[in-house]
């Protein structure tokens, strides 16, 4: 699975950007889908996940009610909606693959097999 992450940016605190990961190589209904990110001096971590049919969503307790995960499994896409954005959401942010595995959760970032490079997220406040 190849995977390319895209629309970051810098934003004022309370904006929103919307993020994208484009798949390619399988087929993503079997993937499980996750953004992490990781911050300067901080290690990586988990932000939201969403199983391979879509139906299953989880969120860190730190963006939950603000950032929507989704996905296209007919354009091989998944999304990121940030609303509401924080100082502290600043972070490159990754999008990555996994098997969808029964009764697997998705919020362990070393968990994932494939990883896209990334895209920068700077919120000013």
């Known amino acids: 699975v190849q995977l390319q992450a895209s629309g970051g940016g810098l934003v004022q605190a309370g904006g929103s950007l919307r993020l994208s990961c484009a798949a390619s190589g399988r087929t993503l209904t079997n993937y499980r889908m996750g953004w992490l990110r990781q911050a300067p001096g901080k290690a990586r971590e988990f932000v939201a996940t969403?199983?391979?049919?879509?139906?299953?969503?989880s969120y860190a307790d730190s963006v939950k009610d603000r950032f929507t995960i989704s996905r296209d499994n007919v354009e091989n896409t998944v999304y990121l909606q940030m609303d509401s954005l924080k100082p502290d959401d600043t972070a490159v942010y990754y999008c990555?693959?996994?098997?969808?595995?029964?009764?697997?959760?998705?919020?362990?970032?070393?968990?994932?097999?494939?990883w896209g490079q990334g895209t920068q997220v700077t919120v000013s406040s």
């Open positions: 990555a693959a996994a098997y969808d595995w029964p009764n697997y959760d998705g919020r362990v970032p070393g968990d994932y097999a494939y």
């Open positions: 969403i199983s391979g049919s879509g139906r299953s969503t």
